[in-house]
């Protein structure tokens, strides 16, 4: 029997596809309740797959998967009572009106009868669709569309709300305030969120723990500021104007310097104490007759813990 | 029910494809109508006004051709992801292939009436009354939701708008013309008649056909048993489709 206080609890999770793509392999991870978690990654590192696994949607190849105490492949119908899934493609009707589409979600999640309306209405109001409730959905922007399934993920009130990607396709100014929605259902609800996410900044900043996936594993996890301090060392960039492997040559022998890499014409170091240490690097150059054009110097970012663990960067992913 | 309910709110917005999908009957029944007006002199032909003989042959290939393309449907669920939302609730999986189907049948009943009503304006009149008229509804819709089953089905294991076409194409209209839809019983060739005896558009031809003249109800009853087998069959084959795609997944 599953621990019930573990809101989402994933034990070495397989997925191999009829084609023979192995999406996942040996995925692990768990989530308090009331937490938000965030599977950050790559497109096709395999977080869809996991969370289509999660909610009933598609069957593990191996592996175990509990929601609240609930095994998904064995008991989907509870599984589906207690949790709501907004997918990465919009799974609103179109040439229904926002509120219809609530009305049937809440009908098809067996929200009970009397609550329906009034539920209803409340949901679209906080998610300011109010004013637009009798319009096709058709009609509506990206923004509001992403709202509406927001809404409709919640009409039940469910325990464990999974979001696939739910900031793609998103203004800056909808995603800020998706973010706002989300921690305010954390504090007023209590509720559970699994997001997968391929923006840094969003897992940074919304999210409680984070599992960074790759090629169908969890590379490593933890709080976000845990897995900065995972590099113990300061991130310096130099941009060089010529011989760029000769300097990451000089450069990677220096004390103090834990490993180098070159990207394009510039080579980013891990230094130790990074204030100290790069006058010297810079004088090193110099000595050899390499110019230095810039230079900058960073404390860690999750893009950095990302390099580290799966040894290339977040962007060259997308 | 609420399912049938989004399926009928989203057809009733699209008056325009009610009124396609009643074009072509018109079509066939004015301009076929006329056109063949004379066959009826063929000696053996079996009722002397054409359009009376034509009208039930409409109502029913309108039914399999409107309920056909019932998958299309589906399909769009399946690639927008409303398939996924659906399925991510407690809903009743069979619900959602019977709700596609209830509407294809709740549609058929209400271009069947319509055709009705032109054939008579036309002159096609309905001598066995309010039974003759139950007895082409019934066969129409059995038909209807055959079709509507079967393309579901199909929809549900190609997954592609365009193996759907095609295959609705490929079958459409050869089992409307090897059936006694446009041409007496009496005066079809033999090799037609044998394929015909096994096409199921053919029995609801048959039995809307001898509902409207009410002389031989156990033709009408013996055809609609046929085609409550044929339809149930399609659904059976649905549901089995369905349970094909989820485990794919």
């Known amino acids: 029997m599953q621990k019930k206080e573990i809101a989402i609890n994933v034990e070495n999770l397989s997925k191999t596809y009829k084609n023979g793509v192995k999406a996942i392999s040996g ?73 219809e589409n609530l009305l049937l979600q809440a009908q098809l999640e067996r929200v009970p009868r009397k609550d329906i309306n009034k539920r209803v209405s409340h949901l679209l109001e906080w998610v300011g669709l109010s004013s637009v409730s009798r319009k096709l959905v058709n009609t509506y922007s990206g923004g509001m569309k992403r709202r509406l399934e927001i809404a409709m993920g919640l009409v039940h009130e469910p325990k464990v709300l999974f979001l696939d990607e739910p900031s793609t396709g998103l203004d ?47 590379v490593t996890e933890g709080t976000p500021s845990e897995l900065k301090s995972k590099i113990s060392s300061d991130i310096v960039t130099l941009e060089i104007e010529n011989e760029i492997s000769i300097a990451s040559n000089i450069l990677k022998n220096l004390n103090g310097v834990n490993s180098t890499n070159i990207e394009g014409d510039r080579i980013v170091l891990q230094v130790t104490n990074g204030k100290k240490i790069l006058p010297s690097l810079i004088i090193e150059l110099q000595r050899k007759s390499i110019d230095v054009n810039s230079f900058s110097f960073n404390s860690p970012t999750l893009d950095d813990v990302y390099l580290k663990f799966t040894g290339h960067r977040f962007d060259q992913d997308i | 029910m609420q399912l049938l309910k989004r399926h009928t709110l989203a057809t009733l917005r699209l008056p325009i494809w009610i009124a396609v999908t009643l074009v072509q009957p018109v079509i066939w029944l004015t301009i076929f109508g006329q056109l063949f007006q004379k066959v009826v002199e063929i000696p053996g032909f079996d009722s002397n006004s054409y359009i009376a003989f034509l009208t039930p042959g409409v109502v029913i290939m309108t039914a399999m051709f409107g309920s056909a393309w019932s998958g299309m449907g ?133 039995a809307a056909r001898n509902s409207i003249s009410g002389e031989n109800w156990s033709i009408v009853v013996f055809n609609c048993l046929l085609l409550l087998v044929f339809s149930l069959i399609a659904y059976f084959f649905a549901t089995i489709a369905f349970k094909i795609y989820q485990r794919s997944n």
């Open chain 2, 74 to 206: 589906l399909i769009y669920d399946l690639n927008l992801g409303v398939m996924d939302r659906l399925l991510s609730t407690p809903v009743n999986r069979g619900a959602i292939i019977a709700a596609r189907v209830l509407h294809a049948s709740l549609t058929v009943l209400v271009q069947s009436i319509i055709i009705l009503v032109l054939g008579y304006i036309l002159g096609a009149k309905i001598e066995s009354g309010i039974i003759g008229i139950l007895g082409i509804l019934i066969s129409a819709i059995l038909i209807g939701s055959g079709f509507s089953a079967l393309s579901s089905g199909l929809a549900l294991l190609t997954k592609r708008e365009e193996n759907l076409i095609a295959i609705i194409n490929f079958f459409g209209l050869p089992l409307t013309f090897l059936s006694a839809a446009f041409m007496s019983e009496a005066l079809i060739p033999d090799w037609v008649k044998v394929i015909s005896f096994f096409n199921p558009v053919n029995w609801a031809v048959s």
């Open chain 1, 27 to 99: 995925v692990s991870f768990f989530v308090n309740f009331g937490e938000i978690f965030g599977l950050l990654g790559p497109n096709g590192a395999g977080k869809s797959s996991t969370v289509r696994i999660l909610s009933t949607l598609s069957n593990l190849s191996d592996g175990n998967a509990h929601i609240a105490g609930f095994n998904v492949s064995k008991s989907p119908t509870e599984v589906r009572l207690l949790m709501g899934y907004v997918a990465q493609s919009t799974g609103v009707d179109a040439w229904a009106t926002g509120k």
């Open chain 1, 172 to 218: 800056p100014e909808s995603r800020r305030k998706l973010w706002n929605d989300l921690k305010y259902l954390q504090k007023q609800k209590k509720i559970t969120v699994l997001l997968t996410t391929h923006y840094l900044e969003e897992a940074d900043y919304l999210c409680d723990r984070i599992a960074i996936i790759d090629k169908g594993r969890v």
